[in-house]
């Protein structure tokens, strides 16, 4: 649904599906999950967080490659770029971090249950945040390659441990980054 020229997602809504013509997307606020088709099926290509841009091989294939959908609710905003250095720096800066998570994605699929799950939350928090919404279990398992109950045991003794506590809005929680890192 636009607003201001902005699209809010709720969770679990797609924004573009592979093969498509579009435009550009900035992410301002939420987590947008990209996929990529497999042989056995969807297969996660990346977690793309604020300030990130969704879909960028539009600008150069003019289809999107991959399927996006908001894995928590989400604000976008069209982007397009401008002429001259700036434009290509805005690419090129978004396109480091995009790389760099990468890297951060293949460590969320190693470790203990507790580690790939804090290594998670931190990275969906970003470096300042004291609270945010959480993906469900499903997603978070499918994203650190963990069976549902590892995860929700995780999540449990990440709560008894006070380095996650409960808001009163659904899969919203206040961080204790402090007990997190010693986790991740």
């Known amino acids: 649904m636009p607003v201001d020229g902005c699209l809010r997602l709720p969770a679990k809504t797609p ?3 592979a ?3 579009g435009t550009v997307w900035r992410v301002l606020e939420g987590v947008m999950r990209l996929d990529q088709e497999g042989p056995a099926g969807p297969r996660l290509a990346g977690l793309l967080l604020p300030d990130d841009l969704v879909g960028c091989e539009v600008a150069t294939m003019g289809r ?4 996006a959908w908001a894995l928590v609710p989400s ?3 069209p982007w397009t ?3 001259g250095p700036a434009a290509t720096e805005v690419m090129l800066q ?3 971090r995009v790389q760099q998570r990468t890297g951060e994605l293949l460590a969320l699929r190693s470790g203990l249950a507790e580690q790939r799950v804090s290594r998670l939350i931190l990275m969906l928090a970003g470096p300042e945040a004291t609270e945010l919404v959480l993906p469900t279990l499903n997603d978070m398992a499918d994203i650190n390659d963990l069976a549902m109950e ?3 045991r995780a999540m449990s003794r990440l709560r008894q441990l006070e380095a996650l506590t409960p808001l009163p809005r659904r ?7 402090a007990a997190l890192l010693r986790f991740a």
């Open 15 to 17: 924004l573009y599906q």
């Open 19 to 21: 093969g498509a013509r």
């Open 64 to 67: 999107y490659g991959g399927t």
């Open 75 to 77: 604000l976008l905003m």
């Open 81 to 83: 770029p401008g002429a």
């Open 94 to 96: 978004g396109l480091l």
């Open 150 to 152: 590892s995860v929700s």
């Open 171 to 177: 899969h919203r929680f206040a961080l204790n980054r």
